[in-house]
């Protein structure tokens, strides 16, 4: 555990991820109040959930490796809450992206994303190589039979390949790319 966040030597976010989900019902049940009662317009209760539910959820997102079994789960959790919000039951046969559309809340996924982005143009542009050698650390230990791992980095790397840190030297250029990395993130995972 460090500054609120579990780290883990062996890559594997999801323990992590399942804490933030627990913390942010938690958090979420705390405001219930706010959130779930019919007579706080909807911009208000956007406004808590974003700032206090969501910044619980995401607290640092941008050092996950998320699979897409994990991301399923956010999105399934962060769609349970929006639904609770708009008072919305699974019997009313309403549609998940109908809900999305209601409550006008940015997709967390793609929130992640963003901030996992810009964590990585960060660490390439640091002058540091401590940190970059932490964030593309591989253990050497033996690795056990089955699929590896993924790691932090590949996901950066299966949208710009291998030489990734030139390109994130360049701030304009990182930025103007980050779209891409967020579109091919949705369709391939």
């Known amino acids: 555990m460090y500054l609120g966040q579990l780290f883990s ?21 705390e405001l219930r109040r706010y959130l779930q009662d019919q007579i706080y317009p909807l911009a208000l209760k956007k406004k808590i959930f974003q700032q206090c539910v969501v910044a619980v959820f995401m607290y640092g997102s941008e050092t996950w490796t998320v699979t897409k079994k994990m991301a399923k789960k956010l999105n399934a959790t962060h769609t349970a809450m929006e639904r609770k919000m708009l008072d919305v039951k699974w019997q009313d046969n309403i549609t998940n992206e109908t809900i999305k559309q209601k409550s006008k809340i940015p997709n967390l996924m793609d929130r992640i994303l ?26 050497s230990s033996k690795r056990k039979p089955g699929r590896p791992r993924k790691r932090w980095a590949e996901e950066i790397k299966k949208s710009h390949g291998n030489n990734w840190h030139n390109i994130a030297t360049d701030r304009e250029k990182w930025s103007s790319v980050e779209e891409a990395f967020i579109q091919q993130w949705r369709t391939t995972g």
């Open 9 to 29: 030597i062996n890559t594997d976010s999801e323990i992590e991820i399942k804490r933030r989900i627990s913390y942010a019902w938690s958090k979420f049940g």
């Open 114 to 139: 963003r901030l996992k982005w810009k964590w990585a143009g960060h660490i390439a542009r640091m002058t540091d190589n401590w940190a970059k050698d932490l964030m593309m650390w591989h253990p």
